[in-house]
């Protein structure tokens, strides 16, 4: 069978097969889901966490230097994930997806990052300054986070393939984590609306998120925040 038949027939396969879903209570595995059309149902809150700038990085910078960002941000933001009970889900060059489930998911995520926003400025780009002293770079970055229903499937080919994660949350998430670094973290108002107090107001009782118009979704109000956690 030639490559033409080969693609004709499989994606005839994926429009016709009926869908075999369950619901699920953990993050799943590649492993845990079928090729063929498999699904998990999860109400999640998926996180982004996007360097900003980074074409002009690799663009202004030796490879080197680049990737010791990269690796520094990325290492910082999957361990503080982690600690916070998310799931890194992917990395995407200078970006890292995670998803958080349970009932405090939605404030998980939201103090993973503030904490990613303080080890940004008091670790990595005070280490970074330490080491190259004559460099004027710093990092940013910016954090977009939604929640909503989650259908997780398998994408690719036998030998080549992943998860991919479709609902809103994820590309919310996604979409405003491409929003501008003056405001290092983003939320929609599910978000906002699901959070504990602790991550709504400051320790001095200053209310952290500021409303915001999304011009480029129908006008939605999302909030953005300067604030961090420290570690």
């Not at 980074?54 to 990269?70: C, H, M, N, Q, R």
């Amino acid at each position: 069978m030639g490559l033409k038949e080969d693609l004709e027939t499989r994606v005839g396969e994926i429009f016709r097969q009926a869908w075999t879903e369950r619901d699920g209570t953990v993050v799943p595995d590649a492993e845990d889901i079928k090729l063929t059309n498999d699904a998990v149902k999860l109400t999640g809150t998926a996180l982004y966490a996007d360097m900003s700038g980074s074409t002009k990085l690799v663009d202004s910078y030796k490879a080197p230097f680049a990737t010791e960002i990269y690796k520094a941000y990325l290492h910082c933001a999957a361990k503080i994930i982690t600690s916070e009970g998310g799931v890194v889900t992917a990395y995407d060059g200078d970006r890292i997806m995670a998803v958080y489930l349970g009932n405090s998911k939605n404030t998980s995520a939201v103090r993973t990052a503030l904490k990613i926003n303080w080890a940004r400025q008091y670790i990595v780009n005070v280490k970074l300054k330490a080491q190259y002293p004559n460099s004027t770079y710093q990092v940013k970055h910016t954090v977009g986070i939604d929640s909503s229903e989650l259908y997780v499937a398998r994408t690719g080919i036998r030998g080549s393939n992943d998860l991919v994660w479709v609902g809103r949350a994820a590309n919310y998430a996604a979409k405003l984590s491409a929003e501008s670094p003056s405001y290092p973290t983003y939320i929609t108002a599910t978000v906002r609306n699901n959070i504990h107090e602790s991550v709504i107001n400051s320790a001095k009782g200053f209310n952290m998120w500021t409303a915001l118009t999304w011009s480029s979704m129908a006008d939605q109000t999302i909030y953005g925040s300067t604030y961090w956690w420290s570690l």
